[in-house]
């Protein structure tokens, strides 16, 4: 798990860079060069992944999502309910209009 989760942490570290500023493409082909861009991507992944985790925004986003989860399992919980209730009444009522008959 932790290889992947390098991987993907050299992806935002990468896409990172790229924002901040790519210099020296040239130098891509040296495996040592690449070597080390791949650890700082990777290390700027991490830097980048943890400021977004424990920004306030990041946190508010996750707490209104539980919120809103929670409504919407609410409704579908009353909306069942409501759906099995209109089951049994227009059951009744049509046996009750049937022995009427």
Known sequence: MAKAQDVLYA???AGDFA???????????????????YK???KRGKT???????SA???QAVEQS?????QVKAAATSVGKAVRANTRATK???S????AS
């Open 11 to 13: 992806v935002v570290g």
């Open 19 to 37: 924002v901040a500023k790519v210099k020296d493409a040239g130098k891509l082909a040296d495996r040592k060069v690449t070597s080390k861009l």
């Open 40 to 42: 700082d991507f990777v």
């Open 48 to 54: 980048l992944t943890t400021k977004i985790k424990s």
């Open 57 to 59: 925004a990041t946190k």
């Open 66 to 70: 539980k919120t809103a989860r929670s």
């Open 92 to 94: 009744s009522a049509a």
């Open 96 to 99: 009750k209009t049937a022995k």
